[in-house]
């Protein structure tokens, strides 16, 4: 069953960035959607961005300007690059790829100091 991998995930501080990557250990065929989301400790797991298999994106409200999803031609891979980054952005960040079925990382924790 395919796989898919996030990395990128640490600590960083108020106003820096990261790049996360979600990487599929096979191929996904149909996709729908690649999506991220978030999770903060004591809430529920929250829509962050996502990419249309014809590359439309569309950003959360409160990431709009600061978030930038991409992914590669193949779309086995799609990212997430944060800057400007805040202590609220501090979350376990999963992928999310809608296809026939529907695909979940195992997560990859970032933390926003201020």
């Known amino acids: 069953q395919v796989q898919l991998v996030e990395s990128g995930g640490g600590l960083v501080q108020a106003g820096g960035s990261l790049r996360l990557s979600c990487a599929a250990s096979g191929r996904i065929v149909s996709i729908n959607y690649m999506r991220w989301y978030r999770q903060a400790p004591g809430k529920e797991r929250e829509w962050v961005a996502s990419?249309?298999?014809?590359?439309?994106?569309n950003y959360a409200e409160s990431v709009r300007g600061r978030f930038t999803i991409s992914r590669n031609d193949a779309m086995t891979t799609v990212y997430l690059q944060m800057n400007s980054l805040k202590p609220e952005d501090t979350a376990v960040y999963y992928c999310?790829?809608?296809?026939?079925?529907?695909?979940w990382g195992q997560g990859t924790q970032v933390t926003v100091s201020s």
């Open positions: 999310n790829v809608e296809a026939n079925l529907l695909y």
């Open positions: 990419i249309s298999s014809g590359g439309r994106t």
